[in-house]
């Protein structure tokens, strides 16, 4: 079975830190683009950073650049997403996605139901 699982969600205080995994099964990741993507209450879902497998060029949306990390091991075929410096406004739903054909320059304009692979997210939440 085709699926991407997250883990690493929880509650922490505003300038700490989480890292977030995205284990893939069924597949590898092998010239895909894998990232992230959030959802906070009442919001729409927006991309918040991905990699590309082959050459490891990154995407990181403007909130969060300077503050998350992603990083792929393609050989335990798992993202991370490393988040420090957490502030309230990160509070959200942290979901996975996988897709062979869609490049980094159009990740974030990509809707969610397109892409190939989705896991079922995660819950980050920050408090002040």
């Known amino acids: 079975e085709v699926q991407l699982v997250e883990s690493g969600g929880g509650l922490v205080q505003a300038g700490g830190s989480l890292r977030l995994s995205c284990a893939a099964s069924g597949f590898t990741f092998d010239d895909y683009t894998i990232g992230w993507f959030r959802q906070a209450p009442g919001k729409e879902r927006e991309a918040v950073s991905c990699?590309?497998?082959?050459?490891?060029?990154?995407y990181y949306t403007a909130s969060v650049k300077g503050r998350f990390t992603i990083s792929s091991d393609n050989a335990k075929n798992t993202v991370y997403l490393l988040m420090n410096s957490l502030k309230p406004e990160d509070t959200a739903v942290y979901y996975c996605a996988a897709d062979p054909n869609i490049p980094i320059r159009t990740w974030a304009s990509t809707p969610w139901r397109y892409l190939e692979v989705r896991g079922q997210g995660t819950l980050v939440t920050v408090s002040s």
């Open positions: 990699i590309r497998s082959t050459d490891g060029s990154t």
